[in-house]
């Protein structure tokens, strides 16, 4: 049986998360909770859930003695599937710019900026409830949404690949922004999958059969 790691670094969406891989499993996967650098390490598949502020998250995440290390070797070195969610999907890009300029992970080029949506006051900040994708590629894990099934956001800031060829999907909320990126055996998800109901557990089933 496959081992997945969902990284506990204290992010507020770690247990829905976790919820949602389960029954995505359906027993096929064990699904570990964890921060020991040595499980992640060894992982089959990685996941880094996340919400709130990039460098909040960027930092917590440093604080895990060697897990940033362990999960670069497992991503970057093994080529061992990798899923962002939210801000855990941000934390792969070069760096955020939330108050202040904060390094990411540096896996996908490019920058975390708000989104500053155009065309009237009802388009609020953040970006908050359900939406469909559009510009989706052909990347298995998005076959849900491509085929035009709403998916849950809850966010003010957005990841912006310095290569549009990273971009896996957009979303438009005033203007078109980057919501799902990928390169090889890495992808995120801007969107909520473990929020996003039947179309979200399949995107996780999806991303555990995923062989990049």
Not at 38 to 52: Q, S, T
Request: net charge negative; charged share 20%.
């Amino acid at each position: 049986m496959q081992r997945v790691a969902l990284i506990d670094y204290g992010s507020g969406n770690l247990r829905s998360a976790e919820k949602a891989l389960v029954r995505a499993a359906d027993g096929t996967a064990d699904i570990v909770v964890t921060h020991d650098p040595d499980v992640v390490a060894n992982a089959d598949r990685i996941v880094l859930p996340g919400v709130g502020a990039f460098a909040a998250c960027m930092g917590a995440l440093s604080e895990r003695t060697g897990v940033i290390e362990a999960m670069t070797d497992a991503v970057q070195a093994k080529g061992r599937p990798f899923l962002g969610i939210c801000v855990g999907m941000q934390l792969m890009a070069s760096r955020g710019l939330e108050f202040r300029i904060t390094e990411g992970l540096g896996w996908i080029p490019g920058d975390v900026k708000i989104i500053q949506p155009k065309g009237g006051d009802h388009l609020k900040v953040p970006h908050m409830g359900w939406n469909t994708l559009e510009r989706v590629t052909d990347l298995p894990i998005l076959a849900g949404p491509k085929a035009g099934e709403p998916v849950y956001f809850t966010h003010s800031f957005a990841m912006y690949p310095a290569d549009a060829a990273d971009v896996a999907a957009y979303v438009d909320h005033g203007g078109a922004f980057p919501a799902a990126v990928a390169r090889g055996n890495m992808a995120g998800v801007q969107f909520h999958p473990e929020k996003s109901q039947a179309t979200g557990l399949k995107l996780l089933s999806d991303f555990l059969e995923w062989r990049p």
